[in-house]
């Protein structure tokens, strides 16, 4: 890795104008490409103590070779510049959304004599109106061939309709009224145009004339006794009263917007865009993101607005709706106000309708980003690769198909509890996880509590091994505070038919952390005899894997389908053991007061806290509040009554981060979350 301090530009060479920067490898290939308002002070945050950089930063400034930099006359020509290079050289540390698909669309071809409806796809062409774009094409021709019968535009190619005119003869649809038929001369060049104008402002969103319109005219050939003309109107009415439901009304006041929102998590972020037109959403379209830069929310937003307007083949409406403002805005604004030619609401929506939708977006991007690591993670040959390439960086014999991964969680040194989850082929086996608390000691200590649980697990190992007579216990190596219930062995339950709890070994074993995490694991493995078990640890800070007895961590490359599993074990393990710890402690703030209550049950307990909704209130209520709970008597709850007050309530706990006082009245699952630790 290079030293920053060996390209670091000279003192005072580095202009105050703004502008954009470009690092580059040994190899002169650019990594790296941002912009910045002032020059100066940006590119010498980057070098600084290594120490005190962004992890993803400072892996960054260590692979670059070399720094260089354009000045620009205003923030707005250092955002294009910016979008321009990222495209020309596509920097492996800068945000890039992976669009996994070209977002079909309908298009109008006003640009040619006979104007055709047709589905397209890829860049916009001059003189062609779009409407989209839409997740499927069969959204967009169950939407047209709703439209045709009102306005029957031609919808084939130039080949059958060149064929059409020499033969005199139109194709189906010019049969059976889809098609003006413009080929044989049903309609003049002029009335097909015209058409096609009707039928664009029908799918802009003008609608409401156009339905009155038909509405009187079938009322007057009704009227006339023309009913045959009158059913076909009232057939078309409900054809295009059918195609305006394919597209809800979100917006009363048929504002044109986009309305753009994130999902993002430490690794990716998804980003989903609802077109609103004419108050109604016409089209949608994501895209997912590593983030492989040090990006906070509203970078992430800025670097999707440019994606999607940058190129120039998205129209841009009178209001961006956006989670969080770029941040300067102005800039951005205003580069949007040159593109549409006119003045852009750029903003986060505060209340109503617009928040609504914004929040309906949100959904969306979250059911983005699960679905996108659910396609990875099911993907048999993407499974394949991932264990092979965990196999080779770690030098393991064969790939390990069962892993196994432990982390620790507690709350200020409180409710120290672990968990184990089990991937096999690269999938969760959840029937398998196991939770832990830890017994051998109280206080804060994670480099203990991992020796204490991985000791545990492997000692129910070996009692399982020793039952079937594959494997003596080493002496001192049993836990009578573990031991199995029974003494039938084998690693199959004979009453069940399932393997037993700690029955099978993994071929790999990941804790959550560093060296010192492994150290400790490999410490409980010694001890009791155990060396035919593969070990690593995976750090949160730069992503890396730590091996036993090693100085150095291994280093998979950003990209690496190995190292995307192991971060989905560890965050797996660090979400079970989170929402173990967050249980107990809710049940120790909430229900720890009536568990003494003799005669008091599960369900009474759970009818007592959902009636008054927590302990403070439940002790403040009189007897003869207690009674009117469903299932309480009044001996009960005099017995509950007395139970409470005799028990003296327990000091508040405190957010060490805010200072605020964690009050039990509180909803107990969500509490002090952000002090709970992996």
């Excluded at 200020?412 to 398998?432: H, Y």
């Excluded at 038919?497 to 060296?515: E, I, S």
Aim: aromatic share 6%.
């Amino acid at each position: 890795m290079a030293d920053p301090s060996t390209y670091r530009p000279a003192p005072g060479a580095i202009p105050l104008s703004p502008g954009v920067y470009r690092f580059r490898d040994e190899h002169g290939r650019v990594i790296y490409v941002g912009k910045a308002k002032s020059l100066r002070p940006r590119l010498s945050s980057y070098f600084q103590d290594i120490a005190g950089l962004h992890p993803r930063t400072a892996t960054m400034v260590t692979t670059a070779a070399s720094v260089e930099w354009t000045v620009v006359g205003t923030e707005v020509e250092a955002l294009q510049l910016e979008y321009s290079w990222i495209k020309e050289f596509d920097p492996r540390f800068n945000v890039k959304y992976r669009d996994d698909k070209s977002y079909p669309e309908l298009a109008v071809t006003l640009n040619e004599e006979f104007p055709r409806v047709q589905v397209m796809r890829g860049a916009h062409k001059k003189g062609v109106r779009y409407f989209g774009p839409y997740g499927h094409a069969w959204a967009i021709r169950e939407t047209v061939d709703l439209l045709l019968r009102v306005f029957p535009v031609r919808t084939c190619s130039n080949g059958v309709f060149k064929r059409a005119g020499q033969v005199g003869r139109p194709c189906l649809l010019g049969y059976i009224g889809k098609c003006a038929a413009p080929c044989v001369g049903k309609v003049t060049a002029e009335e097909h145009r015209g058409l096609a104008e009707e039928f664009c402002d029908f799918m802009a969103g003008r609608t409401g004339g156009y339905l009155r319109r038909l509405e009187q005219q079938m009322q007057e050939a009704a009227a006339d006794m023309e009913y045959e003309k009158a059913a076909r109107l009232r057939d078309d009415l409900g054809a295009l009263r059918r195609a305006m439901e394919k597209n809800a009304v979100v917006l009363a006041d048929g504002t044109d917007a986009d309305v753009l929102a994130l999902a993002e998590d430490e690794l990716e972020a998804a980003v989903q865009i609802f077109h609103v037109r004419g108050g109604r959403v016409r089209g949608q379209r994501g895209w997912v993101t590593d983030r492989v830069e040090d990006v906070d929310t509203p970078a992430l937003v800025e670097h999707a607005l440019q994606q999607l307007y940058g190129s120039g083949s998205e129209s841009v409406p009178r209001e961006v709706l956006v989670p969080a403002l770029p941040e300067p805005a102005g800039p951005v604004r205003e580069w949007l106000t040159g593109l549409r030619g006119a003045q852009v609401d750029l903003r986060v929506p505060q209340r109503g309708d617009k928040k609504d939708l914004m929040a309906t977006v949100q959904r969306n991007a979250q059911q983005g980003l699960a679905l996108h690591k659910t396609k990875r993670a099911s993907d048999l040959t993407t499974r394949s690769r991932a264990l092979q390439e965990i196999a080779d960086a770690l030098e393991l014999d064969s790939v390990p198909l069962r892993i196994e991964c432990f982390d620790i969680s507690h709350l200020q040194g409180e409710d120290v509890v672990a968990s184990m989850v089990v991937f096999e082929d690269g999938l969760a086996r959840k029937s398998e996880y196991r939770r832990f608390q830890i017994k051998g000691f109280s206080g804060q200590d994670d480099v203990r509590s991992m020796h204490e649980v991985i000791g545990r697990r492997f000692r129910r190992y070996l009692q399982e091994r020793e039952q079937t007579g594959e494997w003596a216990v080493p002496e001192g190596g049993a836990d009578t505070a573990d031991a199995p219930d029974g003494a039938a062995g084998g690693p199959v339950d004979p009453e069940t038919g399932r393997p037993r709890r700690f029955a099978y070994p993994p071929q790999l074993l990941v804790v959550d952390g560093g060296a010192p995490q492994v150290a400790a694991a490999r410490r409980a493995l010694d001890e009791l005899g155990i060396d035919d078990v593969a070990l690593c640890g995976l750090a949160k800070r730069l992503e890396e894997v730590w091996l036993p007895g090693q100085d150095d961590p291994v280093v998979l490359p950003r990209t690496s389908e190995g190292l995307y599993l192991l971060q989905r074990v560890r965050d797996e393990a660090h979400r079970f053991a989170i929402a173990y710890q967050r249980s107990k402690r809710s049940k120790r703030l909430t229900a720890g007061g009536l568990d003494a209550v003799p005669g008091l049950g599960e369900t009474r307990r759970q009818a007592l806290l959902k009636h008054f909704g927590s302990l403070k209130r439940m002790r403040a209520a009189t007897v003869d509040e207690l009674c009117e709970v469903p299932g309480i008597g009044r001996r009960t709850a005099e017995t509950v009554a007395a139970a409470l007050a005799s028990r003296t309530p327990a000091a508040p706990a405190v957010n060490t981060a805010t200072g605020e006082i964690i009050d039990d009245s509180a909803a107990p699952a969500g509490a002090g979350a952000s002090l709970e630790t992996p």
